[in-house]
């Protein structure tokens, strides 16, 4: 067995770092992220076998990178269906205020504040962008 070379390290190294960018791009369905994991993983493997190093250079740009527009779906939440979640939501905190012995003013007003904020929120999360002319 052979002590590896520093390429093979670096190579290893990249792969690992391309490996966790796949996997919080998988948890925060960021496909940017998941595919510069892929191109960062595929940089270390080649580093690794061929002891040549990839610069970011060399590797093909991501669709961000050269200006285009990135070709995913989009997922769009209607606006009654957040006001059902902020309703259970609401409904958890009520009871939570209540079973904690809360003065019913104090749950009332909290809970007109949090409605306020919610409906702002939900506005501005289900809204669709105006297409571009």
């Not at 792969?15 to 994991?37: P, S």
């Not at 740009?61 to 997922?75: F, K, M, N, T, V």
């Amino acid at each position: 067995m052979s002590i590896p070379s520093v390429d093979e390290l670096k190579g290893k190294w990249k792969q690992q770092v391309g490996a966790a960018k796949i996997a919080w791009g998988k948890l925060t369905e960021d496909e940017l992220l998941k595919l510069e994991g892929h191109q960062q993983k595929l940089a270390g493997l080649v580093q690794e076998r061929y002891e040549q190093d990839l610069s970011s250079n060399q590797m093909p740009p991501l669709p961000a990178q050269s200006g285009q527009r990135w070709p995913c779906r989009s997922i769009h939440m209607s606006f009654a269906i957040y006001l059902v979640g902020v309703a259970i939501f609401l409904g958890g905190l009520v009871y939570g205020a209540i079973l904690l012995n809360v003065p019913h003013q104090w749950i009332v007003v909290g809970g007109i504040i949090l409605l306020g904020l919610s409906i702002i929120t939900g506005v501005k999360v289900t809204r669709q962008k105006d297409p571009a002319a």
